[in-house]
């Protein structure tokens, strides 16, 4: 069984504060890793992706892979009121021949002004 | 980011009827596109993969009979819940892969709310 695991909050951060998303996966074939931000009543939007160990930024958003440990993790910086979401982490594994994206249960964040 | 659409965005139909919903990647061409649902509080769950052209993988427990998925042409997926009941009411999503900065990403439809009476 392929897993993904997510602390599913819920994460309350103060406004202007650094909020601390994990995740952990199973699989150690796992090659590409997303980070996905699910308003309530919304589909998923993508925020972010990472494959090499390590960190990426873009604008408030880090990404943070330890493919030894196996674990992702998204940091968000100067956090803001409309960041309050559900955040999912998944993780394109192989199944069965095929390269499908494994969902976390989400973890629900959120902002307190 | 690359644009996935669907239609409807919400319908309401009565037990034993069928629903089509349609899947569009608008500003790419996707060979793979993915059905998922999600139930309130609940992460996604992939129901099947649609290759274009060739007939569609169910996940485990995902009944292909009631499930109809074409993959006509690399811009459209259409999934068809046939004899809807109660219990199909959900969020269905679909979504579409591109290749962009070194690695397959995947991309979201803004979901269909199906509502069975």
């Known amino acids: 069984q392929k897993e993904v695991e997510q602390n599913s909050g819920p994460l309350s951060v103060p406004e202007g504060a650094i909020a601390s998303l994990n995740c952990t996966y199973s699989?150690?074939?796992?090659?590409?890793f997303f980070w996905y931000r699910q308003y309530s009543g919304k589909s998923p939007e993508l925020i972010m992706f990472i494959y090499s160990n390590g960190d990426k930024e873009d604008g408030r958003f880090t990404a943070q892979l330890n493919k030894a440990s196996q674990y992702v993790s998204l940091l968000i910086r100067d956090s803001q009121p409309s960041d309050s979401a559900t955040y999912l982490c998944a993780v394109n594994t192989p199944i069965q021949g095929a390269q499908k994206l494994v969902f976390g249960q989400g973890t629900r964040l959120t902002i307190n002004p | 980011g690359a644009v996935v659409s669907q239609h409807p965005s919400w319908v309401i139909c009565k037990s034993g009827t069928s629903v089509k919903i349609e899947c569009r990647s608008l500003?790419?061409?996707?060979?793979?596109m993915f059905w998922y649902r999600q139930f309130p509080k609940q992460s996604l769950m992939l129901m099947a993969t649609s290759n274009e052209g060739s007939k569609a993988t169910y996940e485990q427990g995902v009944e292909k009979d009631k499930f109809l998925i074409n993959h006509a042409s690399l811009t459209l997926s259409t999934l068809t819940v046939t004899s809807a009941h109660p219990e199909d009411s959900s969020f269905y999503i679909c979504?579409?892969?591109?290749f962009g900065q070194g690695a397959w990403e995947q991309y979201f439809g803004p979901g269909t709310r199906l509502t069975v009476t």
């Open positions: 979504s579409a892969r591109a």
């Open positions: 500003d790419f061409q996707a060979t793979t």
């Open positions: 699989d150690r074939g796992s090659q590409s």
